[in-house]
């Protein structure tokens, strides 16, 4: 028996970042891709990606025209895809949500634990996945319109601008946005992370630091 939630069952609407797979639901619905057609049509979810949906926040009225923001919507796939918080927002993705890159982009990095292709998204935007281990990079839980996800720290992120500046494709944007970020970093917690890196790695990191982060 399917319970509801408003206008959605509580598999759909409770689900992490409000996204599902036709998978999820295999225990719910016999046919679970027709039936989220159905509710697409009907205007409860939206569709991001072939075979996946986010359920509508529940002030918006069914039918009524909504996007999720484009870096919620890539976390949100990524949570459908690998679980709840496995998936970290980084890289350029992380300056956004960090205020490092004021305008909105068409592109954003997300950390995953195994190899991915890049995603175009159906609501707008191109999504670059980096495959890190989860425990080798350092985020905070943040609360988002859609639920909670995981993004990398003001330090994390400053480190991985400077390690990996081409990943998403816009080095000069990834440069301005470590330069936004070396001041609010915390030195201390700076220096734990650039000694746990390899050691070429933290030296390149540092003469970055030195020369055009001072």
């Given at each position: 028996?399917?319970?509801l939630t408003?206008?959605?069952?509580?598999?759909?609407?409770?689900?992490?970042?409000?996204?599902?797979?036709?998978?999820?639901?295999?225990?719910?619905?016999?046919?679970?891709?027709?039936?989220?057609?159905?509710?697409?049509?009907?205007?409860?979810?939206?569709?991001?990606?072939?075979?996946?949906?986010?359920?509508?926040?529940?002030?918006?009225?069914?039918?009524?025209?909504?996007?999720?923001?484009?870096?919620?919507?890539?976390?949100?796939?990524?949570?459908?895809?690998?679980?709840?918080?496995?998936?970290?927002?980084?890289?350029?993705?992380?300056?956004?949500?960090?205020?490092?890159?004021?305008?909105?982009i068409a592109?954003?990095?997300?950390?995953?634990?195994?190899?991915?292709?890049?995603?175009?998204?159906?609501?707008?935007?191109?999504?670059?996945?980096?495959?890190?281990?989860?425990?080798?990079?350092?985020?905070?839980?943040?609360?988002?319109?859609?639920?909670?996800?995981?993004?990398?720290?003001?330090?994390?992120?400053?480190i991985d601008?400077?390690?990996?500046?081409?990943?998403?494709?816009?080095?000069?944007?990834?440069?301005?946005?470590?330069?936004?970020?070396?001041?609010?970093?915390?030195?201390?917690?700076?220096?734990?992370?650039?000694?746990?890196?390899?050691?070429?790695?933290?030296?390149?990191?540092?003469?970055?630091?030195?020369?055009?982060?001072?």
């Amino acid at each position: 028996m399917k319970r509801l939630t408003g206008r959605l069952p509580t598999e759909i609407a409770g689900a992490p970042m409000r996204t599902v797979r036709p998978v999820m639901l295999r225990g719910l619905y016999a046919n679970p891709e027709k039936e989220l057609v159905r509710m697409r049509d009907r205007g409860t979810l939206t569709k991001i990606a072939h075979g996946t949906y986010i359920a509508k926040p529940d002030s918006i009225a069914a039918g009524r025209p909504w996007s999720p923001p484009f870096e919620e919507a890539a976390m949100a796939y990524a949570t459908a895809a690998y679980g709840d918080r496995v998936p970290t927002l980084m890289g350029i993705g992380a300056a956004r949500h960090w205020h490092a890159i004021p305008r909105a982009i068409a592109v954003t990095v997300i950390a995953v634990p195994e190899p991915h292709r890049p995603v175009v998204l159906d609501t707008g935007g191109r999504v670059v996945f980096a495959m890190r281990r989860a425990e080798l990079v350092e985020a905070i839980p943040v609360q988002c319109g859609l639920g909670v996800m995981r993004v990398t720290t003001i330090e994390q992120t400053l480190i991985d601008l400077i390690r990996f500046p081409d990943l998403g494709g816009m080095p000069q944007e990834a440069a301005t946005a470590a330069r936004a970020l070396r001041g609010r970093a915390d030195e201390a917690k700076l220096e734990r992370l650039i000694d746990a890196i390899p050691k070429a790695a933290a030296a390149r990191v540092r003469d970055w630091l030195e020369g055009e982060g001072a």
